[in-house]
């Protein structure tokens, strides 16, 4: 059995005031004890945040990490930071990060691994533009991305990580994927694993991420190989966000 796990990445929104509000109304999470609850807040809260969580279950962390563990990298910020601070993991390969800011299949596998090796938890993502979908391409995709990490550290690297399926084109536009496509891309992800190690592809956790809502969460996670939600957009909405936690079945 698979503990579903739900997140809300901030990305670059919020102020400290604003934090406080959000961080308020997630601490009535704190009775959700069957599931795993994660926020990214923006680096310069991660303090904040990880102070106004403590005690409610709900673990903080970073939308990013460098791939270095430390030095001349201005502007960047390394996994004993990430530590230092008492976040529990970081996102790496978003979309946005590999779009706009050029993170190579190779720079995440890296970032993937420095997470890793500090004992923190990596949440890797994955997802096609809708031109890979339209050309037929998604599964070799998001195969591809996968497979960076799977065959340079191998299928225990995933021991305690997170797969994020996130097709770029359900991001922040109101598309979300049906949960019959999310379903088929989560099965084909998990059969890329089993061809490595087929209890392990059994335990990892994949998650879905693309525009969900209080209003849709229900039918995604309804999907057999569908264990939880990275959430952008309604993450920023305490009552949204609970929708979506209460959602998992
Ligand atoms: C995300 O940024 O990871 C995301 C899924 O965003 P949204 O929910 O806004 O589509």
């Known amino acids: 059995m698979r503990r579903p796990w739900?997140?809300?990445n901030w990305k670059m929104n919020g102020l400290r005031e604003t934090n406080a509000?959000?961080?308020?109304?997630?601490?009535?999470?704190?009775?959700?004890?069957?599931?795993?609850i994660c926020v990214a807040p923006p680096a310069p809260y991660w303090l904040q945040v990880v102070d106004a969580m403590e005690g409610t279950g709900v673990r903080v962390l970073a939308q990013n990490v460098s791939e270095h563990a430390g030095g001349a990298h201005t502007g960047e910020h390394s996994v004993s930071m990430l530590q230092d601070c008492g976040l529990a993991g970081a996102l790496v390969g978003h979309s946005e990060r590999?779009?706009?800011?050029?993170e190579t299949d190779v720079v995440v596998?890296?970032?993937?691994?420095?997470?890793?090796?500090?004992g923190l938890q990596p949440v890797l993502c994955v997802g096609e533009t809708l031109d890979e979908r339209r050309a037929g391409e998604t599964l070799s995709v998001v195969s591809r991305q996968l497979l960076a990490v799977l065959e340079s550290q191998g299928p225990d690297a995933f021991d305690g990580a997170v797969l994020a399926y996130e097709p770029v084109w359900a991001i922040g536009t109101g598309l979300t994927a049906t949960p019959e496509q999310a379903q088929a891309v989560h099965a084909s992800l998990r059969a890329v694993m089993a061809a490595f190690d087929a209890d392990r592809a059994g335990q990892l956790r994949i998650v879905y991420g693309g525009s969900v809502k209080a209003g849709n969460a229900a039918g995604l996670f309804a999907m057999p190989d569908i264990d939880g939600a990275l959430v952008g957009g309604a993450s920023l909405d305490a009552q949204e966000f609970l929708g979506i936690c209460h959602a998992v079945r």
């Not at 509000?21 to 795993?36: T, V, Y």
């Not at 596998?109 to 500090?118: G, L, S």
């Open 21 to 36: 509000l959000l961080a308020k109304g997630l601490s009535l999470l704190a009775a959700e004890r069957e599931i795993d």
């Open 6 to 8: 739900v997140a809300g």
């Open 109 to 118: 596998a890296e970032k993937f691994a420095a997470v890793r090796k500090a």
């Open 98 to 102: 590999r779009q706009l800011h050029g």
